[in-house]
């Protein structure tokens, strides 16, 4: 039976999409199965971010609707065998589509599957309560500025009024040289404000990073950990300092912020 896990955050473009992307080719890399579902109607791009879009024939609201079974909305990855897509609606964001029918479609296919990754619209409105009433556990996804920061707490709070296993915290964007110079908040003094347990970091890198495009990146690694944390009840997080410390680290400190 699959382990339902809705991806969250507090506010647009901390990489929240990307996140649960990665995450779900980390573990089918690993040999689980897993749906990464978009629940996020009408602002969809899961299916984008994963390159499947032009695969996609059916999404969620027509298995919502009857248009087909819940199984044909599923995009197989081309890369990631293990990985399957449930793009949301294309269409019609105002369309209304209750929690509880996200749930049952989801319920449906979980028996087949080992990991159900939701993601979730940002923010806390209707589409958000619509994700989470369908998972089990959840990932709140933040970047350590801190107006995403605050954004995160208030999500986090209205989690904690639902009976979920576990609410655990992403920090995405993370920059080991300003944590160094003290410009930024370390994830676990990030983790102290937010009152939830820290399970993984994403360094920041130029570029979108996705899947094994690039195998020696920082970022591939500590999607591995967090990956790994997830499947294996773990906390290994990824160091975004250590190439940023003693008098080498010092010159590439400098050189980053010449860039």
Request: with cysteine.
């Amino acid at each position: 039976m699959a382990r339902k896990i809705v991806i969250t955050s507090g506010k647009g473009g901390v990489g929240k999409t990307t996140v649960a992307a990665n995450l779900g080719m980390r573990l089918s890399a690993m040999g689980e199965r897993v749906i990464l579902a978009d629940a996020d109607f009408g602002l969809n791009n899961i299916d984008v971010v994963c390159g499947v879009e032009n695969a996609v024939t059916y999404d969620i609201v027509d298995a919502i609707e009857g248009r087909c079974r819940a199984r044909q909305a599923l995009v197989q990855h081309p890369e990631y065998p293990n990985l399957f897509i449930l793009a949301s609606n294309h269409t019609d964001p105002q369309k209304y589509i209750s929690p509880q029918a996200v749930r049952l479609i989801l319920d449906n296919l979980a028996p087949r599957f080992d990991y159900i990754l939701i993601d979730s619209p940002a923010g806390i409105e209707g589409g958000f309560h619509r994700a989470v009433a369908a998972a089990e556990e959840a990932l709140v996804v933040t970047t350590p500025h801190i107006s995403s920061l605050r954004d995160a707490d208030k999500v986090i709070a209205v989690l904690k009024s639902y009976c979920l296993k576990s609410v655990d915290l992403v920090i995405n964007m993370v920059r080991g040289d300003m944590i160094v110079d003290g410009e930024i908040l370390s994830p676990r003094e990030i983790s102290e404000i937010l009152k939830i347990p820290l399970i993984g970091i994403i360094p920041q890198e130029d570029g979108v990073f996705l899947g094994d495009k690039e195998r020696g990146s920082g970022a591939r690694r500590a999607f591995k950990l967090l990956a790994g944390n997830i499947a294996k009840g773990t906390r290994k997080i990824y160091n975004a300092t250590y190439k940023y410390n003693g008098f080498f680290g010092s010159i590439r400190r400098s050189l980053k912020k010449t860039l």
